[in-house]
Structures are given as structure tokens and as C-alpha cells.
């Protein structure tokens, strides 16, 4: 059998009907097709099978294998190829069999010559049109994937200026200067950069603020001590204020540094096994004096099966002593702050630590905000008690950092509000997993 000539649309014509065939060939021919006649069904799909046909023409009523069962045949293995069905005597339910296998349209024997032509014309344009939008769906999602490109090449050299924070604003104003100018579908991405510059200016504002007041303590004991004779006990109060505020300076450079190490995914962890039952009681020990300075209940509950976990004890150590801490500033002199410790659900069963205590608590709608950087917890006016008052002060990083510390270790945090209970206080929850031997 006859390949389709080339550079021509062509046309298989399936039909056991020599006298339409050789009529349709006629016509096709003369208006530019290359027409291969077959004249059964079984011939139809075998040479759509041997040739790519532009467009199959199919009787429904044929010897061996009916038009139908040919065009299901046809659509199943191709269903991008146009078929035309045609008959001699159709019935509707005969259109509606061949339209529901995949038909591209249906005429009658004999055909209009003009009628053929136009049916043809038309099936090879609607596959054209669906191959030009194929096409177009093709570069569409292409370009899709290169502004997507583009989006993370951006955003990755957003977050090397964040990291520099203090000295990047130059770079900030440059890389501003070029999404303007090149990028206006990195819109999302300009969005970004705003929030950045205000957590610049944040920062800028609270370091400062943060620095200068152990700095100003520092030099005005220096300059005391270096200008007044002073008695011993005053000598040992100013040198004991230097050296408080030394250890200030030296937490707040700590948390800076903490923090651009998570972001930066460089944290140094030594991981050891390590038992829940021996940190928490050193970390609240450490911590008691400053409770019992507010006349605070400080309470460890341990249940006896609590996990061992995998972790750095320094780390895991700086999480739970951040925690008591916080519940120490924001629980009212006479409070209760409670830490406990036992087995989560699960196979293997986690590690799960509380931090509860009866405080300010948490406005429902920053329970999600407040592990983000540069969160201010509460004005301290409101849980102002007695002779001694803490307030949030900081540089607002605690939370972050001991939510990256948590999941660095491959555990996850939350916060809870009693004020979604009607009750004070409020509970950070840390949960760890096992480590394999247990």
C-alpha cells in the first residue's frame, strides 16, 4: 500500500464502497490532500499503525470490523487524530455512538464535494488548534518555570542580605534598583525586600537601643571607679553592675549570632544521648533564684518513662532555660510556673516538655507570631506586680531562636493561650523524638 505523499495533508479513507471511494479520492485530491483508501475496518487501524495519518475517514458499516469499533481502536491508541465518520443511512443513535467514541464529526453518503472538503478542513484545523495550544500551554508553563527561576534566584540573594542585616543596605538599595528596573513580575519578590528593609530598620533601632544600656552602665561605673576613691563594698557593687552588664552584651551578641547561624543552616550540633530526668532538673535549678526572687512556685513533674533524646546538651539546655525564663518575666510576683516532662503518642513514643505558667498569656492571634524574629511578648505594665517587675525588653529573638534550636533537632514547638480558655497563663510545648535505642 501507498505511503502519503509528501508535503500534503494526509487523509486515510477507510470504505467498502468503490464508487464513494473512488469519488471522495477525486475530490480530496483535487483540493490538496493525499488520500489513502482502505476498505475495511481491520485495514484502517492496521495502517494508522504503519503511517501517522493527519485525518482517518471511516464507513460506519464495513466488513470484519465496523466503523465504530474501528474509531474506538483508533482514538484509544491516537486520540489526538481527527476521525470523520460517514454513512449511508444514519440514525441518531448511530451519531451519538460514533460522537461519544471521539468522533470529530459525522457526515452522509454521498456527500456535497464542498460539504467533504469543508468537514476535512475543518477537523485538521480544530487539531491544529489544538496542537497550537498545546504548544502554547507548553511555553506558557515554560516561562512559567523561568520566572519561578527567577524567583528563587532572587529570594536566595534576599536572604544573603538578611543575614548581613546591619551593613547590607547598600547591596539592599542596588538589588531594590534591579527588580525595578528588569523584573516587573518579580513583584511578590519586591515585597519581600520591603519587609526586609523594615526588619533592618527594627533591628537597627533595638540593638541600639539594647547595646546602649548596659554600655552606658559599664562607662559610667568605669568612669566612677576610675575618678573616686571608693570603699570596698561600693568598689565590689560597681565591678559586680560591669560585670552584669558584660554578661548582657555578651547574651545579646549570643542570640544575634545564634540566629544568622539557623538561617544560615551552619549551626555546629554535638549530638550525645542525653536523659530528659538529669538536664530539666539542672536547667530549673539554675533558674530558682530568679523565681524565688518574685516569690514564684517553680514546679518539675517528670513522669518516669520519658524518652532519651539525641541532642546537644548546650543547645537543648539553652531551649528549656529560654522557656522558664520567659514564664519568670511574664508571671506576676506569687505566680506558678510548671515544667513536666513525659512520653508523647506514637511509635516510637516522643519526648514532650511543657513550660506552663500563670502569666499574661497570649493573644489568640499571635500564638503564630511570637517564635518570629524581633516579636515584642507585652508591654511590661501589664503583668507588673509587687517590688519586682520584669518587662519584655530584648532583642525580640528568644522565641525565634529557640524555635529553630527545637527544630534543628528535629522536633516541633507550640504556644497556647489560657486566654482561649478564659484562664491566665500560657504553655510552650516542645517534642522531641526518641533517640533509636530507646
Known amino acids: 500500500m501507498p505511503s502519503p505523499a509528501p508535503g500534503k495533508p494526509s487523509v486515510l479513507l477507510a470504505d467498502d464502497s468503490p464508487a464513494f471511494t473512488i469519488s471522495a479520492i477525486e475530490i480530496l485530491t483535487r483540493a490538496g490532500f493525499s488520500v489513502t483508501p482502505v476498505t475495511n475496518g481491520l485495514d484502517a487501524v492496521a495502517e494508522s499503525r504503519r503511517h501517522p495519518y493527519d485525518l482517518v475517514t471511516l464507513d460506519v458499516e464495513m466488513p470484519g470490523m465496523d466503523g465504530i469499533e474501528a474509531l474506538r481502536i483508533l482514538k484509544g491508541a491516537s486520540p489526538d487524530v481527527p476521525v470523520i465518520m460517514v454513512s449511508g443511512a444514519s440514525t441518531i443513535q448511530t451519531a451519538v455512538a460514533a460522537l ?105 533601632s533595638i540593638t541600639s537601643h539594647e547595646l546602649r544600656t548596659p554600655l552606658t552602665t559599664i562607662a559610667g561605673y568605669a568612669a566612677v571607679l576610675s575618678t573616686h576613691s571608693l ?65 514564684q512556685d517553680l514546679l518539675l513533674e517528670m513522669e518516669p518513662d520519658v524518652p532519651g533524646v539525641l541532642a546537644d546538651r548546650s543547645r537543648l539546655t539553652q531551649v528549656f532555660s529560654q522557656l522558664v525564663l520567659n514564664a519568670v518575666r511574664f508571671t506576676p510576683d506569687g505566680g506558678r510556673i510548671r515544667v513536666t516532662a513525659k512520653a508523647g503518642p506514637g511509635s516510637p513514643a516522643p519526648a514532650v516538655v511543657s513550660v506552663s505558667d500563670t502569666g499574661i498569656g497570649i493573644d489568640a492571634d499571635r500564638l503564630e507570631t511570637v517564635f518570629t524574629e524581633f516579636y515584642e511578648e507585652a508591654p511590661w505594665t501589664e503583668h507588673h506586680s509587687g517590688t519586682t517587675g520584669f518587662r519584655s525588653g530584648g532583642l525580640g529573638l528568644g522565641l525565634s531562636v529557640v524555635k529553630g534550636l527545637v527544630e534543628e533537632h528535629g522536633g516541633r514547638i507550640r504556644a497556647e493561650s489560657g486566654k482561649s480558655y478564659g484562664r491566665p497563663g500560657s504553655t510552650f510545648q516542645v517534642t522531641l523524638p526518641a533517640r533509636a535505642d530507646e
Do not use: C, W
Open 100 to 204: 461519544r467514541q471521539g468522533a470529530d464529526d459525522y457526515i452522509l453518503k454521498p456527500p456535497d464535494p464542498d460539504d467533504l472538503v469543508l468537514s476535512v478542513q475543518r477537523a485538521l484545523k480544530q487539531r491544529a488548534l489544538v496542537e497550537e495550544n498545546r504548544r502554547l500551554v507548553a511555553d506558557l508553563k515554560a516561562f512559567n518555570e523561568h520566572l519561578e527561576e527567577l524567583v528563587r534566584e532572587r529570594t536566595a540573594a534576599l536572604e544573603r542580605s538578611e543575614r548581613k542585616l546591619v551593613d547590607y543596605a547598600h547591596d539592599l538599595e542596588k538589588a531594590h534598583a534591579e527588580l525595578l528596573a528588569g523584573h516587573e513580575e518579580l513583584k511578590d519578590a519586591y515585597g519581600r525586600l520591603r519587609e526586609l528593609d523594615g526588619l533592618k530598620a527594627k533591628f537597627i
Open 231 to 295: 570603699p570596698e563594698a561600693r568598689q565590689r557593687a560597681a565591678l559586680a553592675a560591669i560585670d552584669r552588664n558584660v554578661g548582657r552584651l555578651a547574651a545579646i551578641v549570643d542570640e544575634i549570632t545564634d540566629i544568622a547561624q539557623l538561617k544560615e543552616k551552619r549551626l555546629y550540633m554535638r549530638r550525645e544521648a542525653l536523659d530528659l530526668a538529669t538536664l530539666l532538673p539542672e536547667v530549673v535549678e539554675e533558674l530558682r533564684p530568679l523565681a524565688e526572687g518574685r516569690r
